[in-house]
């Protein structure tokens, strides 16, 4: 049997499972998951405050945070550091670099989200949570992860590809292709009896074959 440490998280979280459930400390006042209720949220976490990646991380969160909201996307972060060192970051880096920090930030000093959600990686630091990004959908849904190691800054671009493809994906009942940005075609899903594969070559999409279709929508 494995034995279960202070900072070794139970198991990751699983796609198309509720996300795990919490109640946090933030620098917007105590929030749960269930205050996210019908909308998406993303639920992202960082190493440390006062860290130059972060920094930079945060800048980036905040300048996409106007195309988040416009996409009924909430954005809550969180590490294991206390309310007071998050509220003394975010007020620096507005005094420093003029960008205003617009979502709460949860303190999880006794790791108890981080743990739920498998934010830890021992093997990194105990202390500091790693890179994680968690797509929470309005039915409190997990529908995708990102982890990253505390040395890579996240890539903006690709959180708002993702949220774009998981919308469109459940708007429109179709898959998105390797590199799909909005915009470009979608994958028909494959047909799964004979009879709709014969139905498919002839449906007018553009296909490579009855398995490979794309459509605009
Ligand atoms: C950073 O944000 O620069 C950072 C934080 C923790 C470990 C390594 C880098």
Known sequence: MVMETETRPVGLPRLNEPAPDF????TQGTLTLA????????LFSHPADFTPVCTTEFMAFAEIYPDLQARGVDLLGLSIDSVFSHIAWVRNIEEKTGVH???PIIADLNKEVASAYGMLMPGESKTETSRCVFFIDPKGTLRAMIYYPLSLGRNMAEILRVIDALQTADAHGVATPANW?????VIVPAPNTQELAEERVK???ECVDWYLCKKDI
């Open 35 to 42: 205050d996210f209720h019908g909308r998406w949220l993303i």
């Open 23 to 26: 109640e946090a400390v933030t």
């Open 101 to 103: 920090i617009p979502f």
């Open 203 to 205: 449906a007018g999409y």
């Open 181 to 185: 940005t909005p915009g470009a075609k």
